[in-house]
């Protein structure tokens, strides 16, 4: 592992906010399980944490456990399909998630990112983590470690620097069960 990486990464254990390129912007990242991280990225973001996040992975392995095991096969293999890749599915959640990534809805999003450098923090943190677009709420997010830098200062406790993958909008989300789509 390269040493920015292994840098993310003790971030990220210590309970930091990690910014890092994703398929269309930066986004902004932590422990899904260290709800002290998980307040201080909705600070950052001066948005409200009833709002919820997405968390990506590296592969499915690190979002299966975050889906109800009630969840029918078929929307499974609906996402799995689309992964890895731009495509956040909404998935009817585990009773252990905590609530606070989820926010005021009933689901999780997720999503298998195809993004070379967000997938190798994945898998170099050993997990999912949250994913939001990093950027203060109303404002256009940011598209490089620059913008970051600008945005947020000495705020984020590391930038992951790396480009952007070719999406100009953030990603596709669907519905799990139903295929709808949320968010264009």
């Given at each position: 592992m390269?040493?920015?990486?292994?840098?993310?990464?003790?971030?990220?254990?210590?309970?930091?906010?990690?910014?890092?390129?994703?398929?269309?912007?930066?986004?902004?990242?932590?422990?899904?399980?260290?709800?002290?991280?998980?307040?201080?990225?909705?600070?950052?973001?001066?948005?409200?944490p009833?709002?919820?996040?997405?968390l990506?992975?590296?592969?499915?392995a690190?979002?299966e456990?975050?889906?109800?095991?009630?969840?029918?096969?078929?929307?499974?293999?609906?996402?799995?399909?689309?992964?890895?890749?731009?495509?956040?599915?909404?998935?009817?959640?585990?009773?252990n998630?905590?609530?606070?990534?989820?926010?005021?809805?009933?689901?999780?999003?997720?999503?298998?990112?195809?993004?070379?450098?967000?997938?190798?923090?994945?898998?170099?943190?050993?997990?999912?983590?949250?994913?939001?677009?990093?950027?203060?709420?109303?404002?256009?997010?940011?598209?490089?470690?620059e913008?970051?830098?600008?945005?947020?200062?000495?705020?984020?406790?590391?930038?992951?620097?790396?480009?952007?993958?070719?999406?100009?909008?953030?990603?596709?989300?669907r519905?799990a069960?139903?295929g709808?789509?949320?968010?264009?």
């Amino acid at each position: 592992m390269d040493a920015a990486l292994q840098t993310a990464v003790a971030a990220l254990r210590a309970g930091g906010v990690v910014a890092y390129p994703t398929e269309a912007v930066y986004g902004l990242g932590c422990d899904p399980q260290d709800h002290a991280a998980f307040n201080r990225v909705f600070t950052l973001k001066q948005r409200p944490p009833t709002q919820g996040v997405l968390l990506i992975a590296a592969d499915f392995a690190q979002v299966e456990r975050y889906i109800d095991a009630t969840t029918p096969v078929a929307a499974i293999e609906r996402a799995r399909a689309s992964w890895p890749g731009p495509y956040t599915w909404i998935f009817p959640r585990a009773a252990n998630v905590p609530g606070w990534i989820a926010g005021n809805h009933a689901g999780i999003a997720l999503r298998v990112t195809a993004h070379p450098v967000a997938a190798a923090l994945c898998r170099a943190f050993g997990g999912a983590i949250v994913s939001t677009s990093a950027n203060r709420h109303g404002e256009a997010p940011a598209r490089s470690a620059e913008q970051v830098r600008t945005a947020f200062g000495s705020e984020v406790s590391y930038i992951l620097d790396g480009a952007v993958g070719g999406q100009e909008r953030p990603t596709t989300i669907r519905d799990a069960i139903s295929g709808e789509q949320v968010r264009a």
